[in-house]
């Protein structure tokens, strides 16, 4: 019984001194979420968000002004994408907006007028970007 009491205070002598350099592995970096944007804010978005038409701007841009920006549930941009197809004669089984809604439901915002915001403005900011890339266009007389 006595070596046991020993035994046990020698290993709370050793546990005692014991003090690893770290406790668990260093913490890392979280990858850019910039992918390549060169200006502050812009987020990256999925590849279902980008390169984005401007046929497709409009129709999702008429999607969110109809269920109101301050929308935050699919049901109600649902809702607001049927209303948009049918008025704009297109194929109410039509799945590629569908998917580019459900990809942008996905995105960190308060609602889906700060959602489509973002998404909006890398566009933009992408889409100005290559205009400012192209040569300016000579005409001749």
Not at 80 to 109: C, F, H, N, W
Request: one cysteine or more.
């Amino acid at each position: 019984m006595y070596a046991l009491k020993l035994k046990g205070a020698c290993l709370s002598l050793i546990m005692h001194r014991f003090q690893p350099t770290r406790a668990s592995p260093p913490i890392k970096e979280p990858p850019s979420s910039n992918c390549g944007a060169s200006e502050p804010g812009q987020e990256f978005v999925a590849p279902e968000l980008q390169n984005l038409s401007p046929d497709d701007i409009d129709i999702l841009d008429a999607v969110i002004q109809r269920a109101g920006s301050a929308a935050t549930t699919f049901f109600t941009i649902f809702k607001a994408y049927s209303d948009v197809l049918q008025e704009r004669g297109l194929d109410p089984q039509e799945v590629i907006y569908y998917g580019k809604l459900l990809k942008l439901g996905t995105l960190k915002g308060r609602n889906w007028g700060e959602k489509w915001g973002m998404v909006k403005a890398q566009a933009e900011w992408v889409s100005l970007s290559q205009s400012q890339l192209e040569p300016p266009s000579t005409s001749f007389l």
